[in-house]
């Protein structure tokens, strides 16, 4: 059964007007993601936000009443709540009051499949709680089970600090075996020189859509927040044959929970590692460009903003011939449009041609193995056999950095 949600935002003064609409509607979408209905959406426009309760004294009774006639099961604030705030606006509504960043760990905690990510989620929900967890026992006793409840269970929120302490220490020892085995995996695909691509972007820009259209395969598709969480990995070819390694990864939003970000270290540093990145945007989305910005700046936090980028703007279908893209190189597509995902893979081997280096070398008839070293490594541009020579010129680009490199003959 889907819990009744009263939704409480405070419309702060400097915030434009259309901001604060994008940012309810997504806490909308947010806890329909976890299976909560919004009934009731109440907000007040104040100066700074009340120390105590976030609101004002007015605006709780309010609230309280909504609360008694709508049989209101919980209280989502829009901004993070200090602990205090929690408690004081708990104790007056008589309801379990949890905030975004919690709504958003709920969600991660449902969404995610490998141990690593379980683990993942765990960490950030206690490294959350636990300066929080005064006050919250009685509630959480009150009311057993539904939304922000979900992943560390009720009877380890409520036991002491030190047990809360010792499991964070106990996960950060696992995450760091699991952080170890993944760093092998990535440096014996650096030693393997593979060529790694990863798809960015902010939460349901269309990522997973795009990265099964184009490997096949079928992760999580939905029309939700957060569909993936764990990232996955698989092989594909460009036209001109050079082979990569293509990575779907979580997606951003504004507003990501810090302890969520410092938890997810490890996925994210699936972008850090990768050769290129492909970030989709949701070209029908209003505040598409708050979202850029948003996947940017984590981009930049990441120390990943040096990497080539191609931007694929998605969902063409549904926007009119207005639309301009304002990141460059960038691409409009439908990642249900076949023509568009072989003019998505054409570009993309365009940037990276722009950043490799021109090569022509000869290749004898006999050294059929370095002729496919080459097609799987490089983008070969041109490729004829010279019969006086008894062997292949090819010309194309190649990593400054591959090996191959130091075998090419002009």
Not at 93 to 117: C, M, N, P, Y
Not at 163 to 170: F, M, P, W
Not at 335 to 355: F, G, N, P, S
Request: no cysteine.
């Amino acid at each position: 059964m889907q819990e009744k949600v009263l939704i409480v935002a405070v419309h702060h003064k400097n915030q434009d007007d259309e901001r604060f609409h994008f940012s309810l509607d997504e806490l909308e979408s947010l806890t329909a993601t976890a299976k909560g209905k919004v009934v009731k959406i109440v907000t007040q426009k104040r100066e700074r936000i009340h120390p105590a309760l976030y609101l004002g004294d007015g605006k709780i009774n309010e609230i309280a009443t909504y609360i008694e006639e709508l049989e209101i099961d919980l209280v989502i604030s829009n901004d993070n709540l200090s602990p205090s705030q929690l408690r004081n606006l708990a104790d007056r509504l008589g309801v379990r009051v949890i905030d975004r960043s919690q709504l958003i760990l709920d969600i991660f905690a449902g969404r995610a499949h490998t141990k690593e990510g379980k683990l993942q989620i765990e960490l950030a929900q206690l490294q959350y709680v636990l300066p929080r967890l005064y006050g919250q026992g009685s509630s959480l006793s009150r009311l057993g089970g539904g939304i922000g409840t979900r992943g560390p269970g009720e009877t380890k929120l409520e036991s002491d600090r030190r047990h809360i302490r010792r499991r964070i220490d106990d996960i950060k020892a696992k995450l760091d075996a699991v952080v170890n085995q993944r760093n092998q995996y990535r440096k014996r695909r650096k030693e393997n020189h593979a060529f790694q691509i990863a798809i960015v972007g902010y939460t349901n820009a269309g990522k997973s859509t795009l990265f099964n259209r184009l490997t096949q395969s079928s992760s999580l598709e939905e029309n939700q927040l957060f569909a993936t969480l764990d990232p996955m990995t698989r092989r594909i070819q460009l036209p001109s044959g050079l082979d990569t390694l293509l990575t779907d990864t979580v997606g951003f939003i504004q507003d990501l929970p810090t302890t969520l970000i410092a938890s997810f270290r490890s996925t994210l540093e699936e972008v850090r590692e990768a050769d290129f990145i492909l970030h989709v945007v949701d070209a029908s989305h209003p505040d598409l460009e708050q979202h850029q910005q948003t996947v940017l700046n984590l981009l930049s936090e990441l120390d990943a903003d040096h990497i080539p980028i191609l931007t694929a703007y998605n969902k063409k279908d549904l926007i009119d011939d207005s639309f301009i893209p304002s990141a460059k190189p960038s691409i409009l597509i439908s990642a249900y449009d076949k023509t568009d995902l072989l003019r998505l893979l054409e570009e993309m081997e365009t940037v990276i041609t722009e950043e490799w280096e021109s090569y022509r070398t000869f290749v004898p008839a006999d050294s059929g193995k370095l002729l496919q070293q080459l097609s799987q490594n490089t983008i070969i541009h041109d490729r004829f056999f010279d019969e006086p020579l008894e062997g292949y010129i090819v010309q194309g680009h190649i990593d400054p950095e591959h090996p191959l490199k130091y075998m090419l003959k002009e």
